[in-house]
C-alpha cells in the first residue's frame, strides 16, 4: 500500500514538473497612457528615480520603504534600491540606456520576497501636442516563475499597478506642462 501511495506522489510531482516545464518562458506586460505634456517633461518624470515617489504605486504601498539613490542624479548609471514591506519586497532599478525624451530602458533587481531579474522600459511618443508614454516589463521565467504563473496571472497583477503609476504620472506631468 505504501508503495503505490508513493508512486502516486511521484508521478503527481512529475506531471506537476512536465507542466510546469512547458510554461512560456518569456513574459512581457505592457500599458500605456496618453498625457497632455511634451516628451521632454514626461520622460523628466521616469529619467530621475528621486521624482519617481510622486508617482509611483509601489512608494504608496509602504511610506516607510528605505530608499537609496547611487550613481548619476538621473540618466544612465543612477540607480535606485528599496527595502519595504511584504507588498513591495525589496530590490534595485538601475537606469540602462536613456534616450532624452524618447526611451528609458531600467534593469530590475528583485532581491525579496522572490529573487528575480527583468528589463523595464518606458517609451514615449509624441502624438499631436500630447506624449504616448508605455511602460513594460519583461524577462525571461525561471520554473519558480514558470509555476508561479500557473496560479497567478503576472499581466492582471502587475498591470493595474502600471496604470495607476500612469495615471498618476499623467497628472503630475499635465500640471508641469501648464507652468
Do not use: C
Not at 511610506?63 to 540618466?75: H, L, S
Not at 534593469?107 to 531579474?117: G, I, Q, R, V, Y
Request: proline share 6%.
Amino acid at each position: 500500500m505504501f508503495k503505490k501511495i508513493l508512486l502516486v506522489l511521484i508521478l503527481l510531482v512529475a506531471g506537476f514538473a512536465v507542466v510546469v516545464s512547458l510554461q512560456p518562458a518569456d513574459f512581457r506586460i505592457s500599458r500605456s497612457a496618453t498625457i497632455a505634456a511634451p516628451p521632454d517633461t514626461v520622460f523628466a518624470q521616469v529619467n530621475d528615480f528621486h521624482k519617481w515617489e510622486a508617482w509611483s504605486p509601489w512608494a504608496k504601498l509602504d511610506p516607510q520603504m528605505k530608499t537609496t539613490y547611487e550613481g548619476p542624479p538621473a540618466g544612465t548609471g543612477a540607480a535606485y534600491s528599496w527595502v519595504g514591506n511584504s507588498q513591495v519586497g525589496e530590490g534595485k532599478m538601475t537606469i540602462q540606456e536613456s534616450k532624452p525624451a524618447e526611451l528609458v530602458k531600467l534593469k530590475l533587481e528583485f532581491l525579496k520576497p522572490m529573487a528575480s531579474t527583468s528589463t523595464a522600459e518606458f517609451s514615449f511618443k509624441p502624438k499631436g501636442g500630447n506624449t504616448v508614454v508605455t511602460w513594460s516589463m519583461y524577462g525571461e521565467n525561471n520554473f519558480v516563475g514558470k509555476a508561479f504563473s500557473l496560479v497567478m496571472n503576472m499581466d492582471k497583477m502587475l498591470g493595474g499597478y502600471f496604470e495607476k503609476g500612469l495615471a498618476q504620472m499623467k497628472a503630475i506631468s499635465e500640471a508641469e506642462a501648464k507652468k
